[in-house]
């Protein structure tokens, strides 16, 4: 039986030139942008940044974490990419309850969710929702 | 049939660092790049896809993308969750379930594979919509349509909405993605 969690769990994750090759390998997606540093310092990045989509992964994880199959069955993400991610920073994905829905057959939590780097900086901000077939305790 | 390679990197929207990178990056791919997009043999997917490049200057807004269909096998979920470093529990209790992000990625490959995308694209914004969890080894099938599309100051803003449907045709993930694209 889900907890409704007010605050998700938090998620730190180091990104590393590894972790962006074996992503790349994964995904299909290999724009040299995210693997060759001599094409990365030519462009106003400088170096290499990690792809959107695994820095998305993390805050889906981060549900996953909080709700399981609730999350994969009923969840919801709206996001924007406002920053890149560097090689060699480490993002923390955070996600705060906005509000609860009472819907026909479930509840609705509103979460707002954000990714920052170590300095501070929203790489990603948006809003997830989750629907959970029952009433839940909320978690203080 | 000649292809530009597309790369797309996600950015601040309307930014100029966002649009100096861009028109840097356009300068670096003088000569775009002949590729040629086949069935594509990515480590998540052995897919059957219609490759019909389309022409983003022409897009108008319900115009259907050319359908992708893909598989995501057991080994290759387990290299996507090794990348993501992905330890929800969830994942080592079923085995079998495959993150929805993986099948949104795949999907979204698929899609700027076969738009007409010049050098410079930028990803912006991601919507996505889990309604049922997917197994793997299940064939897949991705709609898209073109949802939005505007030009101004000399930029194309196009939204893409996909929908990916099981075998059964049992809707699995939709979304929408916003890129922003240079005119050329």
New interface residues.
């Given amino acids: 039986m889900a907890v409704i969690n007010r605050d998700l769990p938090i998620l730190k994750?180091c990104v590393t030139q590894e972790?962006v090759v074996?992503?790349a390998?994964?995904?299909?997606?290999h724009?040299?942008?995210h693997l060759d540093p001599n094409?990365a310092a030519?462009?106003?990045?400088g170096r290499p940044?990690a792809h959107?989509?695994?820095v998305?992964?993390?805050i889906?994880?981060m549900l996953?974490?909080a709700y399981?199959?609730a999350?994969?069955?009923?969840?919801?993400?709206?996001?924007?990419?406002?920053?890149?991610v560097y090689i060699g920073q480490t993002v923390t994905a955070s996600g705060a309850l906005k509000s609860e829905v009472e819907t026909v057959n479930s509840r609705r939590l509103i979460y707002r969710v954000t990714c920052r780097t170590q300095e501070g900086n929203e790489v990603i901000t948006g809003e997830a929702t989750v629907d959970l077939p029952e009433k839940e305790k909320t978690k203080a | 049939m000649r292809v530009h390679r597309v790369y797309v990197t996600a950015l601040p929207c309307g930014s100029q660092l966002a649009l100096q990178t861009l028109q840097e990056t356009i300068s670096l791919n003088r000569s775009p790049q002949a590729a040629i997009i086949s069935a594509d043999q990515t480590t998540l997917d052995r897919s059957d896809q219609t490759q019909l490049a389309v022409n983003i200057s022409t897009l108008t807004v319900g115009q259907s993308l050319p359908l992708a269909t893909f598989t995501l096998s057991r080994e290759a979920v387990a290299l996507y969750r090794e990348a993501t470093g992905d330890s929800a529990s969830l994942y080592q209790r079923e085995t079998a379930l495959v993150p929805p992000t993986a099948i949104a990625a795949l999907a979204i490959k698929h899609l700027l594979d076969s738009m007409n995308l010049p050098h410079g694209t930028i990803h912006v914004g991601q919507e996505l919509s889990l309604q049922r969890a997917t197994a793997t080894d299940q064939k897949l099938v991705c709609h898209a349509q073109i949802a939005q599309s505007a030009e101004k100051r000399g930029w194309h803003f196009v939204s893409v909405s996909f929908q990916i449907h099981d075998r059964d045709e049992t809707p699995t993930v939709s979304g929408l993605s916003s890129l922003l694209i240079p005119a050329e």
């Avoid at chain 1, 390998?25 to 997606?29: K, P």
């Avoid at chain 1, 030519?42 to 990045?45: E, I, L, Q, V």
């Avoid at chain 1, 999350?71 to 924007?80: H, N, P, T």
Wanted: hydrophobic share 35%; no cysteine.
């Fill in positions: 994750k972790q074996r992503y390998e994964a995904s299909g997606d724009n040299p942008i094409f030519k462009t106003t990045f940044i959107g989509m695994l998305l992964a993390f889906s994880e996953t974490h399981g199959r999350w994969l069955e009923g969840g919801s993400l709206k996001v924007r990419f406002k920053a890149p």
